[in-house]
């Protein structure tokens, strides 16, 4: 019996995939391109945050959703989450010295030596606190790992090194791949957490992988905040000119090159310099509401029916320059990320014909303030709580090119999951290679809002093609993507154009549809592995309680707990049993 629904299921994913019957509901490209022409166009403004763009993208998204007969799964019975936000911008007369206990402080320029923002989100405000240089700043448990051996950052201003210690070791910060310990943005939560005033991140072009000029640009205007929850925040977040790291040590008598040397090393000791930071910061604070569009299918099966996958894509870009000539001061934002839009959409076109409705609910989430800092999607983390079906799962959608037929996709952080050997079989059946990331090093598992619920503890990960299209060599399809890097990412040049193939965001739709329909009929939800970065978080996660009910037990109106769990563990392909027997127990203990 059990085999012939195997068999019955692959059959039917394999249709659906293959000819895209009109039985069987499949992700048409033609529907993808015209999504993508709409949400790309002039109209649309580049779906700037704030801007009348991306509120018209918003309601595009939220009456398609509508049309497709999904449930509304935002506020109030709506389609939007209020997403309160804020923009600082920091004002030429900031001033940032260095003031050493003897000897002339010295005075930097704003934006050529330092970059910062008022992460407190104040009009104005005043640091005068010494500086600890504090190695790499990172408390890492698992690699028993820790920059502060106990040293109170309180009231003080951090100064570190961006990324992580050198490691060729795959069970030391995951060897040459970069681990969330080694980005900039936890950098700047560690230390906020510690109680710090400021951070000044040490900038060095071959650990940030990007030049000065690159920094100063996406800082020199308002950045976006969600607005203050409580989160620890710094006053002054900021990043500083290696050169000027050089001078600064220098007061001590101190070598950078060697103190980078030093924080390689488990025994680094934070240090305290003879100098101080007086800073005066000054900003423009401007609160404003940006939504995220949320839509669902609700699950069959009254015991899991709480539990939902959720597809995610961003739909906001850059918006329209209006200090810049017409005609050239849209950012289109047609691959990043009306692509993902016209994908998730498309799903949620599919999963609606779907019948019958999978056990578990389908959840869809077109996120905002994508290109601020995954700001969308971590406030969607952030209060999942509030959302009708807790998610299990979550597969992102990001630039997904164009390009015609892969033979390729990707799905970076798939295979840190218990959920990975699904994906290798459904990659399978759809004839798709898995391309492993080519540079785990850039750390580009953190760049996109699958990693704002990673984060808090959902498996998830994007789903993309890999470079391998058919009737191309592997080049092309790098040479395609250099194309794109090079001359439209992130520019008003990246625009709808009627020769886009859509085919390949087809297959990727067709494949997240059977990723989902294996997670939302699955006995066992998906769980990190153990030992993976995310797995304390699953663990805290699926110990809580959502309106004092837990979301996460196995049915029980089948079995007795005992057995519903022996069964999600022996029949989920988890490679690790007793991870699942573990998480099991703390879901018990949640109840
Ligand atoms: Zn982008």
């Given at each position: 019996?059990?085999?012939?629904?195997?068999c019955f299921?692959?059959?039917?994913?394999?249709?659906?995939a293959?000819?895209?019957s009109?039985?069987?509901?499949?992700v048409?490209?033609?529907k993808?391109?015209?999504?993508?022409?709409?949400?790309?166009s002039?109209?649309?403004?580049?779906?700037?945050?704030?801007?009348?763009?991306?509120?018209?993208a918003?309601?595009?998204?939220?009456?398609?959703?509508?049309?497709?007969?999904?449930?509304?799964?935002?506020?109030n019975?709506?389609?939007?989450?209020?997403?309160?936000?804020?923009?600082?911008?920091t004002l030429p007369?900031?001033?940032?010295?260095?003031v050493?206990?003897?000897?002339?402080p010295?005075?930097?320029?704003?934006?050529?030596?330092?970059?910062?923002?008022?992460?407190?989100?104040?009009?104005?405000?005043?640091?005068?606190?010494?500086?600890?240089?504090v190695?790499?700043?990172?408390?890492?448990?698992e690699?028993?790992?820790?920059?502060y051996?106990?040293?109170?950052?309180?009231?003080?201003?951090?100064?570190?090194?961006?990324?992580?210690p050198?490691?060729?070791?795959?069970?030391f910060?995951k060897?040459?791949?970069?681990?969330?310990?080694?980005?900039w943005?936890?950098?700047?939560?560690?230390?906020?957490?510690?109680?710090a005033?400021?951070?000044l991140?040490?900038?060095?072009?071959?650990?940030?992988?990007?030049?000065?000029?690159v920094?100063?640009?996406?800082?020199?205007?308002e950045?976006?905040?969600?607005?203050?929850?409580?989160t620890?925040?710094?006053?002054a977040?900021?990043?500083?000119?290696?050169?000027?790291?050089?001078?600064l040590?220098a007061?001590d008598?101190?070598?950078?090159d060697?103190?980078?040397?030093?924080?390689?090393?488990?025994?680094?000791?934070?240090?305290e310099?003879?100098?101080?930071?007086?800073?005066?910061i000054?900003?423009?604070?401007?609160?404003?509401?940006?939504r995220n569009v949320?839509?669902?299918?609700e699950?069959?099966d009254?015991?899991?029916?709480?539990q939902?996958?959720?597809?995610?894509?961003?739909?906001?870009?850059?918006?329209i320059?209006?200090?810049?000539?017409?005609?050239?001061?849209?950012?289109?934002?047609?691959v990043?990320n009306?692509?993902?839009?016209?994908i998730?959409?498309e799903?949620?076109?599919?999963?609606?014909?779907?019948?019958?409705?999978p056990?578990?609910?389908i959840l869809?989430?077109?996120?905002?303030?994508e290109?601020?800092?995954?700001?969308?999607?971590?406030?969607?983390?952030?209060?999942?709580?509030?959302?009708?079906?807790?998610?299990?799962?979550?597969?992102n959608y990001?630039?997904?090119?164009?390009?015609?037929?892969?033979e390729?996709?990707?799905?970076?952080?798939?295979?840190?999951?218990?959920?990975?050997?699904?994906?290798?079989?459904?990659?399978?059946?759809f004839?798709?290679?898995?391309?492993?990331?080519?540079?785990?090093?850039?750390g580009?598992?953190?760049?996109s809002?699958?990693?704002?619920?990673?984060?808090?503890?959902?498996p998830?990960f994007?789903?993309?093609?890999?470079?391998k299209?058919?009737?191309h060599?592997?080049?092309?399809?790098?040479a395609?993507?250099?194309?794109?890097?090079?001359n439209?990412?992130?520019?008003?040049?990246?625009?709808?154009?009627?020769?886009?193939?859509?085919?390949?965001?087809?297959?990727?739709?067709?494949f997240?549809?059977a990723?989902?329909q294996?997670?939302?009929?699955?006995?066992?939800i998906?769980?990190?592995?153990?030992?993976?970065?995310?797995?304390p978080?699953?663990?805290?996660?699926?110990?809580?309680?959502i309106?004092?009910?837990?979301?996460?037990?196995?049915?029980?109106?089948?079995?007795?707990?005992?057995?519903?769990?022996?069964?999600?563990?022996?029949?989920?392909t988890?490679p690790?049993?007793?991870?699942?027997?573990?998480?099991?127990?703390?879901?018990?203990?949640?109840k």
């Open positions: 019996m059990r085999r012939r629904l195997t299921a692959f059959l039917a994913t394999a249709l659906t293959i000819v895209g009109a039985l069987l509901p499949s048409d490209p033609e993808v391109r015209a999504h993508v022409k709409y949400l790309a002039d109209e649309l403004e580049g779906r700037g945050m704030n801007q009348k763009g991306s509120d018209l918003a309601q595009y998204i939220a009456d398609q959703f509508k049309s497709y007969g999904l449930k509304p799964a935002g506020d019975g709506t389609y939007f989450q209020q997403v309160p936000m804020v923009g600082v911008q007369e900031t001033t940032f010295s260095l050493p206990n003897s000897g002339a010295v005075l930097l320029k704003n934006l050529d030596d330092y970059v910062t923002t008022n992460e407190r989100q104040t009009a104005s405000a005043e640091i005068d606190a010494p500086i600890v240089f190695g790499f700043g990172i408390t890492a448990p690699y028993q790992w820790d920059d051996k106990g040293f109170d950052l309180k009231g003080k201003v951090a100064l570190l090194f961006v990324s992580e050198v490691s060729d070791d795959p069970d910060f060897g040459k791949a970069l681990t969330y310990y080694g980005r943005t936890y950098k700047f939560e560690e230390t906020a957490r510690r109680g005033v400021a951070t991140i040490i900038h060095r072009t071959d650990l940030a992988s990007y030049g000065w000029g920094v100063r640009n996406s800082w020199g205007g950045k976006s905040f969600l607005k203050l929850d409580g620890p925040k710094l006053t977040a900021s990043w500083i000119q290696l050169e000027v790291a050089r001078k040590v007061m008598g101190l070598d950078l060697k103190l980078f040397e030093q924080s390689q090393s488990r025994a680094f000791k934070p240090i310099l003879p100098v101080k930071l007086k800073a005066h000054a900003s423009v604070v401007r609160p404003f509401d940006s949320l839509a669902m299918l699950g069959s009254s015991a899991k029916k709480s939902s996958v959720l597809y995610t894509a961003h739909y906001d870009h850059f918006g320059d209006k200090s810049k000539p017409a005609g050239a001061n849209i950012y289109h934002g047609a990043d009306a692509t993902g839009c016209g998730l959409l799903l949620g076109r599919v999963w609606a014909a779907t019948k019958p409705a056990p578990r609910s869809f989430a077109a996120v905002t303030a290109e601020q800092g995954l700001l969308g999607s971590e406030f969607l983390g952030k209060h999942r709580a509030q959302l009708p079906v807790q998610p299990i799962l979550d597969l990001d630039a997904v090119a164009p390009l015609g037929e892969p390729e996709v990707q799905v970076s952080g798939a295979e840190r999951t218990s959920f990975y050997p699904t994906v290798e079989e459904i990659a399978k059946q004839q798709l290679t898995i391309r492993p990331d080519a540079r785990p090093e850039a580009h598992y953190y760049r809002d699958h990693f704002s619920l990673g984060r808090v503890g959902i998830a994007s789903i993309s093609e890999g470079m299209f058919k009737g060599d592997t080049k092309w399809g790098e395609q993507a250099k194309d794109y890097v090079d439209r990412y992130h520019q008003p040049s990246d625009e709808y154009k009627p020769e886009m193939d859509f085919r390949g965001d087809a297959v990727m739709g067709d997240g549809y990723l989902g294996k997670a939302a009929s699955a006995p066992a998906p769980l990190w592995l153990p030992g993976d970065e995310f797995a978080a699953q663990k805290k996660l699926l110990s809580s309680k309106r004092g009910a837990s979301f996460w037990r196995p049915s029980r109106s089948h079995t007795s707990p005992t057995d519903a769990d022996s069964e999600s563990c022996a029949s989920q988890n690790d049993g007793r991870e699942c027997w573990s998480a099991s127990r703390s879901l018990q203990r949640g």
